[in-house]
Structures are given as structure tokens and as C-alpha cells.
Nanobody
Framework: QVQLQESGPGLVKSSQTLSLTCTVS??????????WSWIRQPPGKGLEWIGYEAYNGRTTYSPSLKSRPTISRDTSKNQFTLHLSSVTPEDTAVYYC???????????WGQGTQVTVSS
């Protein structure tokens, strides 16, 4: 059974960098053909895909977030981390990490963590 758990601060000040870590158990983040994603849901809105780091270390990000997100990984800890720079209150959301298959389907979700950006 694959489990994902987000961790990080629940409150961030505007202009700072938001950093969240996802710890994975039950699967290796280097296993072929899986993509390790970050997704968020602002209050009252739908899900927004932020980006992923692939099993081979390649990263892809949503163009709508421009150059603000960075995803990295620590294979020794089986973790991957989101850094989102220059946050504003519009970045307030529940942030999820997820395991994505190679046809785009989300197979496993973390429970989500609320992040609030104060002005």
C-alpha cells in the first residue's frame, strides 16, 4: 500500500518561499513510469496541478505558475519537496502530494495540508 504524507508550515508570510515535503512509503520515488506531483486546491475553487518530478528526476511545471515552483527530491529518504517562491495570499490552499501514473491518472493521494499565506 502506497502512502504519501505532506509536512511543512501551515502559515507563510507574503513574499516568502513556501516549502512542503512529501514522504512516501510503500513505493520508491525512483520506480519506473511514476510521476510525483504537487496539486493544490484554493478555497472555493477546483484542483490546480502545480508540477511533478518524474522517476528519472525530470521536472515539469504548470505554465500558469511561471518560474515560481521548484520540485526536488531526496532519494535516500524517499521524499520530494515543493518550493514555491514569492507567495501571495492567492497561494492559500490545501496542498496535496500525489503519485501519478504514466497516462496522467492519479493513483494515490496524500491527505493534504492547509497552507495560509498572510499579507
Amino acid at each position: 500500500q502506497v502512502q504519501l504524507q505532506e509536512s511543512g508550515p501551515g502559515l507563510v508570510k507574503s513574499s516568502q518561499t513556501l516549502s512542503l515535503t512529501c514522504t512516501v512509503s510503500g513505493a520508491s520515488i525512483t520506480a519506473n513510469d511514476y510521476y510525483w506531483s504537487w496539486i493544490r486546491q484554493p478555497p472555493g475553487k477546483g484542483l490546480e496541478w502545480i508540477g511533478y518530478e518524474a522517476y528519472n528526476g525530470r521536472t515539469t511545471y504548470s505554465p500558469s505558475l511561471k518560474s515560481r515552483p521548484t520540485i526536488s527530491r531526496d532519494t535516500s529518504k524517499n521524499q520530494f519537496t515543493l518550493h514555491l517562491s514569492s507567495v501571495t495570499p492567492e497561494d492559500t490552499a490545501v496542498y496535496y502530494c500525489a503519485r501519478q501514473g504514466n497516462v496522467g491518472n492519479i493513483e494515490d493521494w496524500g491527505q493534504g495540508t492547509q497552507v495560509t499565506v498572510s499579507s
